[in-house]
């Protein structure tokens, strides 16, 4: 911790903090397919977890004294993909008494019935877009990836029964918020967040 910390952050803080918020959001004009509605595979999950199921330990830690800045719905009855919620913690600006860093959750469930058929597709349509790595240990699969322009954001895309949900993380290198962290701190956050998350979801949600 250095002996004197900068007294405001100010439009660093801001700009470090809006341009690590990157959401796939499932919004109008995406493209999105239903491979088999025919299919028989219901999933657990009738409605996606509302934005508390990531207020974790690991969220804590990651992003220091953070607010709930963005919890919106997305999708709906009329959309295939499914619905959900989109949310978004940032450790406000102001004196740098903590380092700044920010996370996101996109947490979409699946119509049934076809629900995990829909999911699978889901996860493959909206991390299509990335150079992707394998995570082994994430929900029933998972992928993940890291965005470096304009500012470093880690992302995993995972899927769990019918449920797609994407977590990303960026955090600041110093109380500043200059700089971004080493990607490789921030990609181990983006994998802790995720593995946070997927533990912290209830094994159903009936309809």
Known sequence: M????????????????????????LA???????????????GDFASAPECAVAETE???????????????PVGGEQDPFGSGWQCRWATPGGPGEVVPGTATLVIVAAPNPGGVTT???NLRTTTSQHETRKLEGVGDEAVT??????????CVGARVSNLYLETC???????????PAEEERIVAGAEELAVSVVEALPESVPE
């Open 2 to 25: 250095p002996s004197a910390q900068p007294q405001s952050r100010g439009c660093a803080t801001a700009a470090v903090v809006a341009a690590a918020l990157v959401l796939v959001v």
């Open 28 to 42: 109008a004009g995406a493209v999105w397919y239903v491979a088999n509605r025919n299919d028989p595979e219901t």
């Open 58 to 72: 690991a969220l804590d830690a990651l992003v220091p004294d953070h607010a709930l800045e963005v919890e919106e």
């Open 119 to 121: 999911a699978v597709d």
């Open 145 to 154: 990836w890291v965005q470096g322009e304009p500012y470093t954001v880690s």
């Open 169 to 179: 993380y960026s955090v600041a290198g110093g109380y500043d918020a200059v700089e």
